[in-house]
Structures are given as structure tokens and as C-alpha cells.
């Protein structure tokens, strides 16, 4: 009887505990950083709402971010968000420091670009620092055309995969004798792989075709030359995935002269820095696409080509489309995809259809009214 009862409960208890007791992509990310992160969408927590970290960063960043903070208010988006300001002229890293622990307790951020006005040795890049600290491993930004907007080209669609905590952003600089500065470029094949792998798996899961490896290997043969062989290696694991590189100097020439040939892009740091402004550039500009940073651990969402606009700054000129789009993706990866949906919807009839357009893109709105244009639609569907 006892053994019975035993069997009974490996049979139907130990599946019910399993079922009912998964534990969860935000969970695993978040409360358990031994462990490495599922590919599973993070589950809401406290009755569906998330806590995000804000980090406005300076130039246009807060009057973006306030309408960011419209628009979910107004959809009612199950999101609350800490407010962290970072001083630019700090020669302090305090406020850096915190504004990194709140995004490991909260696991998501959406930022801004943050200046870093001193120019004193000590006092690293906020932007870069931040990356580094939380291994914010990848940046990813969909470049993709949109039809009112007059551009060099149509019909793009380019996923620019870029590896983000190494190559010359490494911050490894010293003056070896006076009057000669030495600047480390650092590749590891740890990350190289990270890199590539993630490209090859977003080809693979998105239905993309072809993977271009952008690199120097002509010149840095031991530097770019390992990032490239590794990602051929890894091209081996995909044989459904076409594979090919191209010289950056030559890339850039390629991106402004046929976009269409590329599908998705593998990049070291600073050459997807630069052909992440090239291709957005030939779509419609700084003020449109949104940029993923993605770590094993924390997933951090900005605008793609990480301008401060400093000169536009308070005019009500700023294109919140960039921003606007950079919350969407941080939804979906929170798991609010109606929200997310309905957001993106909002914005694509805005610029596609109504044709209210930025001066950046060669209109004459105002911030403002992109944001109102946007909440007319939002006010259509049912969003809370």
C-alpha cells in the first residue's frame, strides 16, 4: 500500500509540482545569476507589473523620456520606473555605480546616451562602463525602411549584430613614453563566439538567409583575423545559413551603394558603431530605429545610434520615434506584446500613414505632436 501511494505521487504529484512550479526566464535571469538565461520571455512579477530602471542621460534624453512615460501612462503599460539621473560632469563614478545596481535588481533599463563631460583619465565612459559591468554582451538594431520617409533606398531590411564589450572600446589606453599613447584592441574568442552564435541563431529564428562578418583581417590579422575565423567555425554549425565577409572600408561602401545584399551583419564594436550610423543614415536617420543590448543576465533598450542631441535639446524639434520604438522592444521582452503591439501599431501609422514627420526627416511637427498623433491611435484599441 505504502508503495503504491509512493508510485502514485511520482506519477501525478512530482508532475503537478514541476508544472505549476517552472521556474521562469525572468527568474532564472534575474534571482539566480549562477545560471545561465533560457530563451524564455521573462514573466511579470507583484500582479503583472515590472519594475524598470530609467536613465534619461542628457542632451534630448529626458524630454524623450517623459514621453515615453506619456505614452505607457495613457495605454495603461504594467510598467513603473526608477529614475536614475547621471551627472555628466561627475568625477565620480557613485552615480554610475547606482545606476548599475538598480538595473541588476531590476533586470531591464531603458536609457538615453549619458555624457561623460570630464575628460580626466580616471573617469571611464558611462555608456562603455555600463556595458562592460553588466556584460551586455550584444547590441542588435533592425534596420528596416519606412515607406513615407523619402531615403537614398527602399525596401531595406538589415540586422546589424554587434559585439559590444570589446575591440577598441576595451578603454585600455597608456602614454608609453611622453608624446606615444598605445590603445589595446582586445578580441577573445569567448566573445567572438557569443557574437556570432547570436547572429547565426537570430538568422536561423527569424527566417533571415545570409550572415556577413565585417573585419580588418587584412591589416589586424591577429585581432580581427581571430574574430573572423571564429565566426567561420561557427558558420560550419549552420549550413542552412549562408555565410560570407567583407572588409569594412569596402562595407561601407556596399551599404550606401546596395544595401539590399545584406540580411543580417556580424561586426566587431566600433566597425558596427560605424555602419550601424551608415545604414540608419540611408534610411531616414538618428531619430527612428532602436537599439537591443542583450546580456546573459540584464537586457538594457535605447535609441540605436546612441546620439545625445545636445543641439536640439528642449526645442520640441527631437524625434521620439527612436526612443518610442526602444520602449516597444523593451514590452516585448518583457512579455507585454499587446501593449507592445498596439505601441508599434500607434507609431507606424503616425509616420507611415499620417505622415507626421520631425524636421529631421524632412517635416515640420513637433515632438509633441508625433506624441499626441500616437496617443489619437492608442486611443482606438483598448489598452488597459
Known sequence: MALRLFRLSQDVVT?????????????????NPVQRKVELIPKAQYGGRHTVTMLPGGGIGPELMSYVREVFRFAGVPVDFEIVDIDPASE??????YAITTIK?????????IETKSEATGIMSRNVALRNELDLFVNVLHCKSFNAIPAHHSNVDVVI?????????????????????????????????RV?????????????????????????????????NVARNIAKEYPEIQHNDMIIDNCCMQLVSNPHQFDVMNTTNLYGSITSNVLCGLVGGAGLFSGRNYGDYYAV????????????AGKNVANPVAMLNAAVD???????????????????KTIDIDGIHTPDLGGTNTSTEIVQNVLKHLAEKRTY
Open 15 to 31: 508532475p503537478l509540482i514541476k508544472r505549476n512550479c517552472t521556474v521562469s526566464a525572468f527568474e532564472l535571469q534575474h534571482k
Open 92 to 97: 565620480g563614478n557613485d552615480d554610475l555605480e
Open 105 to 113: 535588481r531590476n533586470g531591464v533599463a531603458l536609457k538615453g546616451n
Open 161 to 193: 549584430v554587434r559585439q559590444n564589450t570589446e575591440g577598441e572600446y576595451a578603454m585600455l589606453e597608456h602614454e608609453s613614453v611622453h608624446g606615444v599613447v598605445e590603445s589595446m584592441k582586445v578580441v577573445t574568442i569567448e566573445n567572438a563566439a
Open 196 to 228: 556570432a552564435r547570436y547572429a547565426f541563431e537570430f538568422a536561423k529564428n527569424n527566417n533571415r538567409k545570409k550572415v556577413t562578418t565585417i573585419h580588418k583581417a587584412n591589416i589586424m590579422k591577429l585581432s580581427d583575423g581571430l574574430f573572423l
Open 301 to 312: 533598450f535605447e535609441p540605436g545610434t546612441r546620439n545625445t542631441g545636445t543641439a536640439i
Open 330 to 348: 523593451m514590452l516585448y521582452h518583457l512579455g507585454h506584446r499587446y501593449h507592445a503591439d498596439c505601441i508599434s501599431d500607434a507609431i507606424h
